[in-house]
């Protein structure tokens, strides 16, 4: 069945308005007439021409056809074609019109068929108006139930919010029955901690008196809900509860530290560290008991350090080896030393006061451990000082620091008052045995030593960023500063006071006070390093140098062997400063003195057996060529030196060797003697071929320099062997 587009007419209006009977006033032909015939007015009717403007157009789009192109190359009439054309067309009318009447049952039929369909068409329509209608009040319906089910979801967001915060809000107020318990009676550990710590909570919770951040109070401050104020009275109870049982668990484990022989920091890790909560939870709900806890800690712990430190210091004592007394000086008369039932002393004896030797080691130990006393007692040890003092420092230092960093830890914000409380007897304990010791100190290498171990550990304490000590330190400075200062001060004075045939015997060889001196200087300059302050006797040297030497050679009979000791002496101080690696101006001044005596020992010898030659030359040598020479005194000196120069040359060596007692010393002296002669010898040789063109009588008693080298050189190889 065909569908026909609404509002088209049925097949029998149709066929009624395509029957010839329906409009006898117009027949077929005729109405087919006016559709062939054409006829073209030149105006509309309204009396307007036609318009042509458009006609040209037209006949262009007419030449462009095909088949009017065709027709109207072969010159047909265009008015026969057209009467063709509509005879055509009349007659394919007249059999579409017959074709149509032959089909007129059909068409009847689907006539009826069409409308049967538009009646079902119909009723469907009115369904699915009824639907429609349905549909309509369901969707409405299903909007107010979306509605509800968003009202719903927000409720319910609402309520489960409100749960949460209700929940956190009832945790954190109520009182859990194991909590109770817990706190109550569970063994002190690290689950009672967790217990505390939930204990702690729940108290700042109920006492907060303003909206909490998390808003589990609903913006209500939990000390003004009606739960919290019902329930602080119960957590007051096991807040009183849980200090009473820190306090007792504290004072307990630091009673403990009382005992003798109590390894105190295995206390201090496993028994206190490890509560550390315990002093905080005391400190924000008892301050009170925290402070007596504290101040227990403090009294238990100093008194156990107090008491270590002690006995310590007390063993060591008994190992201390005395180094020098009041008479151990630079230069000290006979009479102070000289014991009551003898006349004898021997001041050359006595020199460990004023040698460095090993002791300056004792500051590349600064980080070794302390001296064990049972070991030293043992072994029969006898310690200097200062060697007590580094073992006593270090375990100052090393106490210190494990006690700083547990009060740090344990005690918090009361860390540096809580350490100066506990180690105020024990430095000060370490205060008065150092002063004890100074009143009778008169070790000054000692003393420096001292000094330079308090600024180690001082530089110890600070790599270790634990400034705690520093006012113990300068404690220590401020008292050995003046006292090494008033030790210096009186070997100086010792120096410069002393009369010289009161200081000994005074021979050739060095004496006792240049030696003390030598290694007292070459002592204080080693250590001088890094001291800044230290200002090391200024003039002192001086007056060795200039005054007292000068004055105990003059007890010497002889100016050569007044320069013999000078040489000696100052050969002394020069290889005790090159043993030690002194390089300092004190090592250029004596340096320069023992070249001057040198040259004049050089000059003392060669006078002594060749006068007569020297002044010779010393008052020849400029005269003119031809001047009046005196010929008799030259063959007497020239024949003089021939017969004795050799034995005069075994002479000068045996003087020198027996005159130094440095074998060094002496080889370069006898260098600058032997040189020195044959200078002499060659000069003297030189006026007398200036004065004498001819060789005289006596020239053939001359030495060779040649055969006088060869000489020297004997010397120099048998020494050198």
């Known amino acids: 069945m065909v569908d026909m587009p609404p509002g088209s007419p049925t097949v029998q209006e149709a066929d009624e308005a395509f029957t010839p009977s329906k409009h006898p006033l117009v027949p077929v032909e005729s109405s087919l007439n006016l559709d062939v015939e054409l006829k073209l007015p030149l105006d509309d009717g309204d009396g307007d021409e036609i318009d042509f403007n458009g006609i040209d157009e037209d006949l262009r789009r007419f030449q462009t056809d095909d088949i009017v ?18 005879t055509e067309l009349r007659e394919v009318e007249m059999d579409s019109v017959r074709e149509y009447v032959s089909q007129s049952d059909k068409v009847l039929e689907l006539h009826n068929e069409i409308q049967g369909c538009d009646a079902i068409l119909a009723r469907m329509q009115e369904m699915l108006l009824g639907f429609q209608a349905d549909l309509g009040g369901i969707s409405d319906e299903i909007r107010h139930l979306q509605d509800e089910s968003i009202s719903l979801n927000v409720r319910l967001k609402n309520r489960r919010a409100a749960e949460a915060r209700l929940a956190k809000f009832l945790e954190n107020v109520l009182i859990p029955p194991e909590l109770a318990s817990a706190i109550c009676g569970d063994e002190v550990n690290e689950r009672y901690l967790d217990r505390l710590v939930e204990l702690n909570s729940k108290l700042r919770y109920v006492l907060q008196t303003g909206p909490v951040g998390d808003g589990s109070s609903l913006d209500v401050a939990p000390a003004d809900t009606m739960t919290a104020r019902e329930v602080r009275p119960h957590l007051e109870k096991l807040r009183a509860k849980a200090c009473a049982r820190a306090r007792d668990y504290l004072l307990s484990r630091i009673s403990e530290l009382r005992k003798p022989k109590t390894n105190v920091q295995i206390i201090q890790k496993t028994a206190l560290l490890k509560y550390k909560y315990l002093v905080q939870f005391l400190s924000e709900n008892a301050p009170e008991t925290a402070e007596e806890v504290r101040n227990v800690y403090i009294e238990s712990m ?45 001041l050359t004896k006595r020199g460990d006061a004023f040698t460095l030797g090993e002791r300056d080691k004792i500051l590349d130990m600064v980080e070794a451990a302390p001296i064990l006393v049972h070991v030293a007692q043992a072994e029969g040890s006898r310690l200097p000082y200062e060697v007590v003092l580094r073992s ?41 045995n150092l002063e004890t010791y100074l009143f009778a100190s008169h070790d000054a290498i000692g003393l420096l030593l001292m000094i330079k171990l308090t600024h180690a550990y001082r530089l110890v304490m600070q790599r270790r960023r634990i400034p705690v000590l520093e006012a113990f330190f300068d404690r220590f400075n401020v008292l050995l500063w003046p006292r090494f200062k008033m030790v210096f001060d009186a070997n100086l004075r010792s120096v410069s006071g002393a009369t010289p045939r009161k200081l000994g015997t005074v021979e050739l060889t060095p004496h ?72 300092a101006d004190e090592t250029t001044k004596f340096e320069e003195l023992l070249a001057h005596e040198r040259e004049s020992f050089v000059e003392e010898e060669l006078k002594q057996r060749y006068a007569r030659l020297i002044a010779f030359v010393q008052a020849n040598e400029s005269l003119p060529e ?18 004795t120069w050799k034995s005069a040359l075994e002479a000068i060596n045996q003087d020198v060797l027996a005159s130094f007692s440095n074998f060094r010393n002496g080889m370069e002296i006898l260098k600058q003697v032997l040189t020195q002669l044959l200078l002499f010898y060659t000069r003297f040789q030189e006026i007398i071929r200036r004065h004498w063109r001819k060789q005289p009588s006596f020239a053939k008693d001359l030495v060779s320099t040649n055969a006088i080298l060869v000489e020297i050189k004997k010397y120099s190889t048998f020494y050198a062997v």
Do not use: P
Not at 69 to 81: F, W
């Open 512 to 583: 006792y006070v240049t030696r003390r001196y030598a290694e007292f200087a070459a002592s204080l300059l080693a250590l001088h390093s890094g001291l800044d302050s230290l200002v090391l006797g200024i003039g002192g040297e001086e007056m060795l140098i200039n005054d007292r030497y000068f004055r105990l050679s003059l007890q010497i009979h002889g100016k050569k062997s007044q320069v013999v000791f000078l040489i000696n002496n100052y050969d002394q101080v020069l290889t005790v400063f090159h043993e030690r690696r002194i390089m």
């Open 69 to 86: 192109r065709q027709a109207l190359s072969q010159g047909v009439d265009l008015r026969g074609y057209s009467r063709d054309i509509e």
């Open 302 to 346: 100093g008194r156990t350090i107090y008491n270590l430190f002690r006995a310590y210091q007390a063993q060591l004592a008994k190992l201390e080896l005395e180094i020098a007394t009041k008479t151990d000086l630079i230069a000290v008369e006979e009479a102070a030393v000289r014991a009551m039932f003898t006349n004898k002393v021997d």
């Open 392 to 432: 006593v420092l270090k375990h100052l230092v090393d106490s210190a620091t494990s006690e700083y960093l547990f009060t740090l830890e344990f005690f918090r914000g009361q860390s540096r008052d809580t350490f100066h409380r506990i180690f105020e007897r024990t430095t000060a304990l370490c205060v008065e």
């Open 626 to 643: 031809g001047g009046g020479v005196d010929e008799a005194l030259v063959e007497g000196l020239v024949r003089d030196f021939a017969a």
